[in-house]
């Protein structure tokens, strides 16, 4: 019986380290590819603006949302995501969730398909160097803290951020907003 030659302690981190290497070019080439993918996506500004007006017995309330794209892609679909203040404040218990689900690029349906996965990557929905813009009016302050930017790239990625923070939200939560949204639609 032959005894199994195992080598030298010096082979064994040699191998360790050479396994260590290639997993860590692999994962700041990931990181990398990552980072790039979201430049894109920063590079299309949003804002979301509040301004009231008293017109004697109540205010109302203007929230204007701007999009601008700066990006060298198109932008297949942007929608603005947030609570139905009116809807919600109407008293009724059924509609304590009512929320916004507006498609600023492109229209429902064709938002619809992309959440779907069915997305037409050759749309034109928002082409680089423009902007568009979508005034919301309401009886009730809304809370800005609520809102929520989807992006969906010119390659079909979908992005959500915060309104307020401008921070990215995981996928797992995104999908629980967009379906909370598409469920509360009023």
Same mark, same amino acid.
Request: glycine content about 8%; cysteine-free.
């Given at each position: 019986?032959e005894?199994?030659?195992?080598?030298?302690?010096?082979?064994?981190?040699?191998?360790?380290? *050479?396994?260590?290497?290639l997993? #860590? *070019?692999?994962y700041?080439?990931?990181?990398d590819?990552k980072?790039?993918?979201?430049?894109?996506a920063d590079q299309?500004?949003t @804002?979301? %603006?509040?301004?009231?007006?008293?017109n004697?017995? @109540?205010?109302?309330?203007?929230?204007l949302?701007?999009?601008?794209?700066? /990006? !060298?892609? /198109?932008v297949i679909?942007? &929608?603005?995501?947030? +609570?139905?203040?009116?809807?919600r404040?109407?008293? @009724?218990e059924? $509609?304590?969730? &009512?929320m916004?689900f507006? #498609?600023i690029? +492109?229209? $429902?349906?064709?938002?619809?398909?992309?959440l779907?996965?069915? #997305?037409?990557t %050759?749309? $034109?929905?928002? +082409?680089?160097g423009?902007s568009?813009?979508?005034?919301?009016?309401? *009886?009730?302050?809304p !809370?800005f803290?609520?809102?929520?930017?989807?992006?969906v790239?010119?390659?079909?990625?979908?992005?959500?951020?915060?309104?307020l923070?401008a921070?990215y939200v995981?996928?797992?939560?995104?999908?629980?907003?967009?379906?909370?949204a598409?469920?509360?639609?009023?």
């Open positions: 019986m005894s199994i030659e195992w080598g030298s302690i010096a082979d064994w981190f040699a191998a360790v380290g *050479t396994v260590g290497a997993f #860590a *070019t692999l700041v080439i990931r990181s590819q980072s790039k993918r979201r430049q894109l299309v500004v @804002t979301l %603006n509040l301004a009231g007006r008293y004697g017995s @109540t205010t109302e309330y203007s929230l949302f701007n999009v601008s794209n700066f /990006s !060298p892609l /198109s679909g942007i &929608a603005l995501i947030g +609570p139905n203040v009116d809807v404040n109407d008293g @009724t059924e $509609h304590a969730e &009512a916004y507006e #498609a690029v +492109p229209d $429902h349906e064709e938002m619809d398909r992309q779907e996965g069915e #997305a037409d %050759n749309a $034109h929905g928002l +082409p680089p423009e568009r813009s979508r005034t919301f009016v309401s *009886t009730f302050r !809370p803290e609520e809102f929520y930017v989807m992006i790239d010119g390659q079909g990625r979908r992005w959500m951020r915060s309104t923070t921070e995981s996928g797992r939560k995104s999908k629980r907003i967009v379906q909370r598409m469920d509360n639609q009023f």
